[in-house]
């Protein structure tokens, strides 16, 4: 390798997202080309997903379902062959038009007579009128023409996917693909079952796309950044292509999964595709792995690297300790090379909050590294992407702002911080304001008071549009045993700040914290519903608390009131770890309910109805505790 000169290119595995590029890759190749090493990135998640969904694709998905038997057809795969000439015939201009490439097509596609529909349009039946109207009509009203067509072409792909899983491949998915082969999984087994298995139509394509790829750039290294359990088997198919067509390329693998998950790595298997694997932020390890490879510096001086042995085959673990590369100098990332005409904006939520995660195609940009609270129970703050905080300065925020608006020509950007702080999102704002950006941003915060009417104001001058925030479990005994550091009531003041500046506001929720309760329970659903008639929010998503080795529940549980359940010998992927509360809830059965309002709630639905109707069992002995949050906001100031 010394020999060689360095070509390094990053990879996006599948599924991440297709309306946008995940930043890992942009980050990774902005930082090297800082340092003068040949780099090059791609998107082989958007790539393969365009493959599948093209006139050729669809006939292949074809050969396969008419291989099926006839009493192996699901709904979705029924109506697939039904209108199969309507498919073929559509999917072109459909990914066109969701690529802003043939807007004028959102004429015809409203009309509900051009795309052939499958079981996806059920949904729209709830929203029909007393006259069996039109069933969009109160979301979009007359106009709206271009969001609506959106919206019904997002239903149509997502009746391809579950023909791609239903027919091709049972572990497909648009983002969480084959995502039970990787998360929390105690061995490597399940994983290497599935890589020795015959390929699926979605391998052979995917293997197809990696071989293009090393032709494109002849790459001596291959970096592959996982950031979920739903692109691991895909980065390890890819891998597995590598060293198939060659052997002397280097590969790597990170990103978030691997700094999660696989801490106590010790499966040598792993390393039959990848010849490194490092934790946490990757600059200073790719930067002491690149030296290696050139012969600069020797194996032991590597920085939060595994590798395999070889001389005994086992897994070792190399950490030369080293200072991490200061965040404001790792440089701008750059997206030049990723395909940025090609990414979907999808509209999957009739939620003009809850579609920012699926529609535009946002810059991601971080505005510091790791997260300044870093004191939440139920969060990783042990490990170094929450642990480690470090800022930089608005104006060196602000000059990789106008940078990237002059690459890519798009300003509107995700702030991707584990939870932007306000201090730095003052002096950003004010920068911004005073270079005339006129970027729109959104963003991650924490609901603390720090934000009052007079910087929501600021904040939305300099292009704040949306922010996300954990309210969790909406209960102020809880908020303070998880030590989140606010009150419901803070919460409703702060939201409403914010929405009162026209700032959109998302609710993180959590449902099943240890000693949660049904009453608690209720509470929460009470309170939320509260906010969203309030005007306080206008987005939100209950999650069922997980608890993680890496968090204090999981480090310390018994603070928390219940008991951890044994985990089995772990030689691959460690997260995830069950654990027993007295308390005895059904929380699966409460989780049901919680969405089911939420879901309506976004939709203002049911914000009148006591929220004890939404649970479908008897809810004993519990209250409703009613104005709540219109007493606090009454106390603003």
């Known amino acids: 390798m010394s020999s060689l000169p360095l070509r390094v290119l990053s990879v996006i595995p599948p599924m991440t997202q297709l309306n946008t590029p995940y930043p ?67 999917i072109g201009p459909v990914i066109a038009f969701l690529q802003g490439r043939d807007s004028t097509l959102a004429h015809r596609i409203v009309g509900r007579h051009f795309l052939p529909e499958g079981p ?56 969480r693909y084959a995502e039970s082969l990787a998360g929390s999984q105690p061995t490597f087994d399940p994983l290497a079952q599935a890589l020795a ?39 390890f198919r890819i891998a597995q292509t590598i060293k198939a067509h060659d052997p002397s390329i280097v590969t790597v693998l990170g990103g978030g ?74 440089g701008t990332p750059t997206w030049d090379g990723l395909p940025l005409d090609r990414y979907l904006s999808l509209l999957d939520m009739l939620n003009p909050m809850n579609r920012l995660w699926s529609d535009g195609r946002w810059n991601k940009l971080t505005v510091a590294h790791g997260c300044y609270w870093k004191k939440c129970s139920f969060c990783d703050v ?30 509107g950007f995700h702030f991707v911080d584990e939870a932007a702080p306000p201090k730095s999102l003052k002096a950003l704002a004010t920068e911004l304001i005073a270079r005339n950006t006129g970027i729109s941003w959104w963003g991650n915060i924490r609901f603390e008071k720090t934000f009052s009417p007079e910087l929501c104001e600021l904040l939305a001058d300099s292009g704040c549009i949306a922010v996300s925030g954990g309210l969790e479990v909406a209960s102020d005994r809880l908020l303070n045993l998880m030590k989140k550091g606010v009150s419901v009531d803070q919460v409703a003041r ?26 608690d329970t209720v509470d929460a659903l009470e309170y939320v519903r509260q906010l969203f008639d309030n005007g306080c929010i ?51 059965a409460l989780g049901k309910a919680l969405k089911k309002a939420i879901y309506n709630y976004m939709h203002g639905i049911g914000l009148d109805e006591d929220v004890r109707s939404w649970f479908p069992f008897h809810v004993p002995k519990t209250t409703v505790s009613k104005h709540r949050i219109s007493r606090a906001l009454s106390q603003r100031g």
């Open 24 to 90: 890992s890759t942009a980050y990774l190749t902005g930082f090297l080309r800082s340092r003068d090493v040949t780099s090059f990135q791609e998107d082989l998640a958007l790539a393969l997903v365009l493959r599948l969904l093209s006139a050729d694709g669809l006939r292949a998905v074809a050969e396969r379902v008419a291989a099926l038997p006839a009493d192996k057809h699901s709904p979705a795969v029924q109506s697939f062959v039904a209108q199969q000439a309507r498919y073929l015939a559509t």
């Open 120 to 175: 996806r349009f059920s949904s729209l039946d709830v929203y029909l009128d007393e006259e069996g109207g039109d069933p969009l009509g109160w979301a979009f009203g007359a106009l709206g023409l271009h969001d609506r067509a959106k919206h019904l072409a997002t239903l149509y792909l997502n009746d391809l996917a579950d023909v791609l899983r239903d027919a091709v491949d049972p572990r497909f998915e648009f983002v």
């Open 197 to 235: 298995a015959p390929p699926t139509l979605v391998d052979d394509m995917l293997r197809s796309l990696t071989s293009e790829a090393l032709a494109r750039h002849a790459p001596t290294v291959v970096l592959l950044s996982v950031p979920f359990p739903g692109a691991v088997y895909a980065a």
């Open 257 to 330: 999964f691997v700094n999660t998950e696989l801490r106590e790595l010790k499966d040598p298997r792993v390393f039959d595709y990848f010849d490194y694997v490092s934790l946490d932020a990757g600059e200073r390890p790719l930067l002491s792995l690149l030296e290696h490879l050139q012969g600069k510096r020797s194996r032991q001086r590597l920085v939060r690297t595994f590798l395999r042995d070889a001389d005994t085959g086992a897994v070792r673990y190399v950490n030369m300790v080293e200072p991490d590369i200061a965040f404001a100098e790792v």
């Open 382 to 411: 042990s490990l170094d992407y929450i642990g480690r905080y470090e800022g930089a300065s608005a104006a060196v925020l602000a000059d990789r702002i106008e940078a990237i608006v002059r690459e890519t020509g798009q300003t």
């Open 494 to 519: 702060v939201t409403r700040a914010f929405t009162d500046a026209g700032i959109l506001v998302h609710a993180y929720l959590m449902y099943g914290f240890p000693t949660q309760t049904v009453q």
């Open 538 to 588: 206008q987005s939100g998503f209950f999650h069922r608390f997980a608890c993680t080795v890496h968090s204090p529940v999981g480090k310390n549980p018994e603070e928390y009131g219940v008991t951890l359940r044994p985990l089995p010998p772990v030689t691959f992927a460690k997260n995830d770890v069950g654990f027993h509360d007295p308390t005895g809830v059904d929380h699966d």
